[in-house]
């Protein structure tokens, strides 16, 4: 076993069971026009982590270690999308309406794409979830399953949305899972704040935090 500087204390992993979970980095939370910013958010915020994902994603291709990236979208006939869903709020778009970058938030459209920056490459795995966790409706826990996997480290966007969710759903099913606080944003940053915070409390209760140069370290070593 390995160690990576972490809180609430090191975060022990095996590289041949590591691997790295990349949440929903598609052009419709970072992009102009798309779901994220049909909600009213600032979109700029998130843009900002690109270049720390892409070298997470780097080091993890470098070290030979499985990469997961997921997807938030919904079948084009919306047959996956709860009304409840698609009528909360007041956005300016819904979900299934056309957009600057294609029908919000559906399959196959150019707002669900993974952005440019971090396009999954053969041998890398993308789950289309339509839930805020990878779990619910997905392949996530076979694919796990079938790769060995048993320490995940997070990246991706947002915080307290879908990579907490996915964390809880994961530290829940018996996985141990890292958080790269710097490879993650939210549109509120007192949100992302919390959600840190929360992940690492009470001793681990969802998971460990770090930033990314150290668990780069740790895989190149
Ligand atoms: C949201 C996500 N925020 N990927 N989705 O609706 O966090």
Known sequence: MKTIPAQPFSFPFDPQTTGLVI????RDFVGPGGFGASLGNDVERLQAIIPT???LLDGFRKAGLSV????ECHKPDLSDLPPAKRHRGNPAL??????PMGRILIAGEPGAEIIPELQPVEGEFVIDKPGKGAFYATDFGEILKAENLQHLVFAGVTTEVCVQTTMR????????CLLATDA??????EFKQAAVAMIC?????????TETDRILEAISD
Do not use: C, K, L
């Open 184 to 189: 993650t944003e939210s549109y509120f940053p």
């Open 53 to 55: 994902v892409q070298r």
């Open 68 to 71: 997961i990236h997921t997807r």
């Open 94 to 99: 819904r979900i299934g309406d056309a957009g």
């Open 201 to 209: 409390a009470q001793g681990g209760i969802v998971g460990w935090t």
């Open 169 to 176: 759903e994961a530290n829940d099913r018996g996985y141990d």
């Open 23 to 26: 949440i929903d980095m598609q």
